[in-house]
């Protein structure tokens, strides 16, 4: 077994064509953010991406793991901060030596921000979370009948708003559904800087690798079914009131920045066009919507299941993976202390240090 670093654009196509049979093979793996397109994309617009390819006696592709390269010290997943998910994609039934991983990069350890718990990372995790999913394999109306005998009323109370909100406005509220109109697109950027710069929130917009990224996403040709964007626009008199862009792999959608005009917040068209693109999507023959880690009500209303996820780190040799698990041991001893919400600070603390260094 060997492993070798290479940029994504010289993956070949068997390369391609194995990481994507290996998604394949395993749902855990449904993510965008796992696909070979995902790390093409971000290594566009960022020349540090590079993907540590496991291969065989024989020289074939048997695991793919993408990062980005903070320097000697570490790598991260490939996007950083603007990626909700990471894993090693492998080829089922063949266990591989992570370790190799940081060795082949060149790195003394790599950082996982969201590590699936249900892969061969899960075992180098050290905190616990979950990513909220949307499925609807047997279509909408299951869907909101599942909901609906768990208790949660938010779909029926929205159905409400929606109709509401339409005969407030004189039949005037429409709604597309992966929609290419740039204009719209334009005024969600917008919105999201403007709502980034309202609440004191560092503008990731600012960095145009973050901006290209995005933006390519969304340029993404339609007729591609392994990787783009899809957006969601909810319309009052013609006009964008609530906007839903999401990324597209196969079968499966993952919610990526949604929002919305504040004149018509009192209707909650954000919660609207939520409800309204999962219908949508189940009618175009989708299966999932996963809305991410993060503790909203909103996303433990809509989900009916989860993704479990942690932090942690797959270690290489040197100071770099001492400094870090000395950071997640105080962690865990300051949240294992009687001290409220003093508890949170240090994963706070963490977190930012890891947007600081992805957005370089």
Known sequence: MRVESIHPKDLSDSDVAAWRNFL??????????LTPDWAKLVAAHRNDVRVAIYRDATGAA??????QRCGDFAAMPAGG???????????PGVTLDLALAPKALAVGRIDLTAGLVNNAVGSRLLTSDAGHVVRFADGYEAWCAERLATGTKTIVKTRKKLAKMTRDLGGE?????????????????TWKREQMHRTGVKDIFEHKWI???????????????????AMFVLRVEGAPAAVLFCLRAGKALHAWYVAH?????????GLI?????????????????????GDYQFKESLANASRPVGAGFIAGQGLSPAIKAAQFRVRAMVESLP????RQWPAKAMRRLDIARGLV
């Open 24 to 33: 394949g093979g395993d749902p855990e793996l449904s993510s965008p953010y």
């Open 81 to 91: 901060p603007i990626c909700d998910y990471q894993a090693l994609v492998a080829k």
């Open 211 to 229: 901006d290209g990224v995005v933006r390519g996403a969304f340029a993404a040709p339609t007729d591609d079914h392994h990787f783009g964007g």
């Open 62 to 67: 048997v695991g793919f793991l993408p990062v």
């Open 273 to 293: 066009v939520f409800v309204e693109a999962i219908r949508a999507a189940a009618e175009a023959g989708y299966i999932e919507l996963d809305l991410g880690p």
């Open 173 to 189: 509220v429409t709604f597309d559904a992966f929609s290419r109109d740039k204009d719209v697109f334009e005024t969600l950027m």
């Open 261 to 269: 005009d504040n004149r018509w917040a009192q209707h909650s068209p």
């Open 339 to 342: 001290v409220g919400r003093m």
